[in-house]
């Protein structure tokens, strides 16, 4: 398995220079001069240039990118442009809500998301079956900021029992109270997660349901719930596990919309406040980072897979 890890960690390293690659190239495209967005639009053409020296715009576009890789291999993403702090400083800052949030929407989508799936496999082609499909149906084809809204309406404002918006630091007033604050954009993150993970659940369990050690399990009297939990979803989860993987990925993603809904101050936010700002370095340093968060998660699922399955096998 170490091996594996290790060939797995090798063959990320073309991704992530190619991610860095197209994230430098199509922010160039970005409309706006970044000097210019700094120093306002009263700003003469000689202190745009000053800024530009300043900020290394002036250099060749290869340039720019051959500094900034090398420095982004050791961890450096820069100095941001606006806050003019080093990057990785400020995704670090901004780090616990994001996590915070997407721990939290990915434990509302296992919560919803599988249950529902496994009632669907089990009633195929029933009633509820059809009635599972149709709300998973619905849960993918909500918009998250959509849904947001109607929570914060129906939770917030009409039934005043969670924040509309804002976050609390687990270090200032505890766990329970920054939940508190991320349960309406976890609910409107997870339960599109919810959707994905019922469909993938139901198909799974399906396909393992039929098997014949499912069969023999019923016919020596193993209790209903054992044969469904045990025998049935331990088999069925890698591909659970897949989806997972993938919703953490579409959460990170999705995060960004949600954290500026409910002005939450996470990476997200961070990311679509560079992009106003033209902060080039910032949005950089935040997609890579992203992308490096997203090939570790992948490199994690493949990992759990042998431990999910013994009979899989690592080349």
Not at 123 to 142: A, E, Q, Y
Not at 178 to 184: E, K, Q
Request: net charge positive; aromatic share 8%; charged share 15%.
């Amino acid at each position: 398995m170490l091996s594996y890890a290790i060939k797995r960690a090798l063959s990320a390293i073309p991704t992530l220079l190619v991610v860095a690659l197209l994230i430098f190239s199509l922010i160039r495209f970005i409309p706006g001069n970044p000097a210019l967005v700094m120093l306002g639009d009263d700003a003469t053409a000689e202190e745009v240039a000053a800024m530009e020296v300043k900020l290394g715009l002036d250099q060749p576009v290869a340039v720019q990118f051959i500094k900034w890789l090398g420095s982004a291999v050791r961890g450096d993403f820069g100095v941001s442009m606006y806050y003019r702090q080093p990057v990785m400083e400020l995704i670090l800052e901004r780090l616990e809500p994001t996590v915070l949030l997407v721990i939290y929407a990915m434990v509302v989508g296992i919560l919803i998301g599988v249950p529902l799936g496994i009632i669907a496999a089990v009633k195929r082609n029933s009633i509820i079956d059809r009635l599972c499909m149709v709300t998973s149906m619905l849960g993918i084809s909500m918009p998250g900021f959509w849904l947001g809204l109607n929570l914060v309406m129906l939770f917030a404002i009409s039934l005043p029992i969670f924040p509309s918006q804002g976050y609390s630091p687990i270090a200032e007033n505890g766990l329970m109270e920054t939940l508190r604050y991320l349960t309406l954009p976890a609910f409107a993150l997870g339960i599109q997660r919810s959707a994905s993970l019922a469909r993938i659940t139901r198909s799974s369990m399906l396909d393992v349901l039929g098997n014949d050690y499912i069969r023999t399990a019923r016919s020596k009297g193993t209790h209903k719930s054992k044969i469904l939990l045990v025998h049935a979803l331990k088999n069925a989860f890698n591909p659970i596990l897949t989806q997972l993987g993938i919703s953490i990925a579409h959460l990170l993603g999705g995060s960004v919309v949600i954290e500026r809904l409910f002005s939450i101050p996470g990476v997200g936010r961070l990311a679509f406040e560079s992009i106003s700002r033209r902060d080039y370095p910032t949005i950089q340093g935040h997609i890579l980072f992203v992308a490096f968060i997203y090939v570790f998660i992948n490199l994690l699922v493949d990992l759990l897979y042998r431990v999910c399955d013994p009979r899989v096998e690592y080349k």
